[in-house]
């Protein structure tokens, strides 16, 4: 007789297998998250909700996708503290609809002039600490702010302001997050004055769900919304940070303050398989990834395939090449020649290229011979056709630790990565920008925008720069997709502050990968380790011009959203 009931079992456990195998779904592979957000009118991609709701607001009264973006960083400086704020500095790459170009905006601060490499030698400094007075440079965004508003605003100061007024003023809820970097930060920047007051108001940072207020941010921001960037730079508010910095032994004065002002530059791009990748030049590190994008051309990456250790080592070894380049080049344009065409020139990908080994991960590399000739991203699209692709950071989360008198916000800490070394491109000097990590990226098909994207945190951006690329046109993914797939990150290269890559550095690999592809990428040399919560955050709007219509993708590992209408 046939065990029917038997029968069912190994059947319904067949059909499981296969489903499981095939894992069949609408939205795309298994790691996606979401589908993509889909809108005509506008779009905006951030990573906070409610900073996001904001911008899409900004869109609906009438302002550009550059109000916009203002308007969403304003509300991440008092929500997201932990990655961005007006003690910060900018970067920003703009699509003009009307001129049909792409507009750079380098809004990073310099050095105090007052401090000296001889000072520091006498107060026996041999490399910038991380907090305290010491490295702090003049914060650029609001600067950065007033050149993209005089440029491509619409509204008015007050109303692209106002909602970051009122959610600093009345309070909003802090995310998960948020809660625990904050709770992280507070652990040694506590003991500088004025950081307490501002983000421990009972004692303790707020915890997940807990409404928070910075009337002083509120404060600051009223200012600027009626003084403009002048009342930051040229105000009370910039003697109060003068007062500040010289109580707590530093040397960033009113005068340093008063003297800045922002650069427009033109961003600069390699073409990869057909499409045009824009990057910043340097003090920033956007070029690495135009760098890593040039040699990986040089192969068939679609068959190698996703996730495989043939591509996971080629990309980790192209990775390891470019960031040499970039710790020995790269540095503020003002005082240094740096051979840009040079280094994304593709003659010079097939001559790194041919370091490369197959086979085997490399220990060190040397830079190559050329003569000269933490954070947060959005992206605001608007119905006119204008796209902004904006970064903005303290740098290490909250900064410095030096929070003026009053204000609301803490000072970055961006002269850390100074080098002391006699002779470096990047060698600290009075009134210099400090090499920079933070990097918006932009992509053209035949003249036309087509991306426009960011990843955040530190080293891991010209790496997550180059993977999305590759994502979206390698392997063929969408836009949610390209964010969402498991992310290759290799620390350990030599740096602009003066370290060196000894002994191959560690490559670190975001759950998703398979098991027998990390243990071949062990025999071919690689020291493969897990990162927790240190690949990225993704944010990005896509211009579909076939339909007429935007796309958007938010980072999944944050609390970022894509909206549109």
């Not at 191959?504 to 398979?514: H, P, Q, T, V, W």
Request: glycine share 12%; charged share 20%; net charge neutral.
């Amino acid at each position: 007789m046939f065990n029917y009931r038997l029968i069912v079992v190994f059947l319904v456990a067949f059909l499981s297998l296969v489903c499981l195998k095939s894992q069949d779904r609408v939205t795309g592979q298994n790691f996606v998250t979401r589908s993509e957000v889909i809108a005509q009118n506008g779009m905006a991609a951030t990573s906070h909700p409610l900073a996001t709701q904001v911008a899409i607001d900004i869109l609906k009264k009438g302002g550009s996708a550059i109000d916009a973006a203002i308007a969403a960083n304003a509300c991440l400086g008092l929500m997201e503290p932990t990655g961005c704020g007006v003690g910060g500095d900018l970067f920003a790459i703009v699509w003009d609809a009307k001129t049909q170009k792409l507009h750079g905006l380098n809004a990073s601060g310099r050095s105090p002039k007052s401090l000296t490499k001889e000072e520091l030698f006498m107060r026996g400094i041999k490399r910038f600490p991380a907090h305290g007075p010491l490295p702090v440079s003049v914060p650029g965004a609001v600067d950065g702010w007033d050149q993209l508003h005089k440029k491509f605003g619409v509204l008015p100061w007050k109303d692209v302001l106002q909602p970051a007024i009122q959610y600093a003023e009345n309070g909003f809820p802090v995310t998960e997050l948020i809660a625990y970097y904050l709770s992280a930060s507070s652990k040694s920047l506590s003991k500088f004055e004025g950081f307490s007051e501002v983000y421990m108001p009972n004692g303790k940072t707020p915890a997940k769900g807990e409404i928070f207020k910075n009337p002083y941010l509120a404060n600051t921001y009223r200012k600027i919304a009626q003084g403009g960037r002048d009342a930051f730079y040229k105000g009370d508010m910039a003697k109060t940070i003068g007062d500040y910095m010289k109580r707590q032994g530093g040397y960033l004065s009113y005068e340093d303050l008063a003297s800045h002002s922002s650069e427009w530059i033109d961003p600069v791009s390699t073409n990869y398989r057909g499409y045009d990748v824009w990057e910043l030049p340097p003090n920033g590190q956007g070029i690495a990834a135009l760098q890593i994008l040039n040699i990986l051309e040089l192969y068939d990456i679609k068959k190698m395939g996703f996730g495989s250790a043939e591509y996971i080592h080629l990309f980790t070894e192209a990775k390891k090449l470019a960031f040499e380049d970039r710790a020995k080049y790269y540095a503020d344009l003002q005082f240094a020649k740096v051979p840009i065409q040079g280094l994304i020139s593709k003659e010079y990908a097939h001559k790194r290229n041919q370091l490369i080994n197959a086979d085997r991960a490399a220990k060190a590399y040397d830079p190559g011979e050329l003569k000269a000739p933490e954070t947060i991203y959005l992206t605001v699209a608007d119905k006119e056709g204008n796209m902004i692709s904006l970064i903005q950071s303290n740098y290490r989360g909250m900064g410095s630790g030096m929070t003026p008198t009053g204000l609301g916000f803490v000072l970055q800490d961006r002269g850390e990565m100074f080098t002391l070394e006699s002779g470096h491109n990047n060698e600290y000097a009075p009134g210099k920008r400090p090499f920079h990590t933070i990097i918006p990226c932009f992509i053209t098909k035949d003249g036309k925008p087509w991306v426009s994207f960011g990843v955040m945190g530190g080293a891991m951006q010209p790496q997550g720069h180059a993977q999305i690329v590759v994502n979206l046109i390698d392997f063929g993914m969408n836009l949610q997709e390209a964010g969402d797939a498991p992310r290759i990150q290799h620390e350990g290269s030599s740096e602009p502050t003066g370290e060196k890559m000894t002994n191959g550095g560690d490559l670190y690999l975001e759950s998703g990968f398979k098991y027998e592809v990390i243990r071949k990428l062990v025999t071919m040399g690689h020291k493969v380790g897990y990162n927790v919560g240190g690949y990225g955050g993704y944010q990005a709007i896509l211009w579909d011009e076939k339909n007429k219509v935007y796309l958007g993708a938010s980072e999944s590992r944050k609390d970022g959203q894509a909206a549109g209408y």
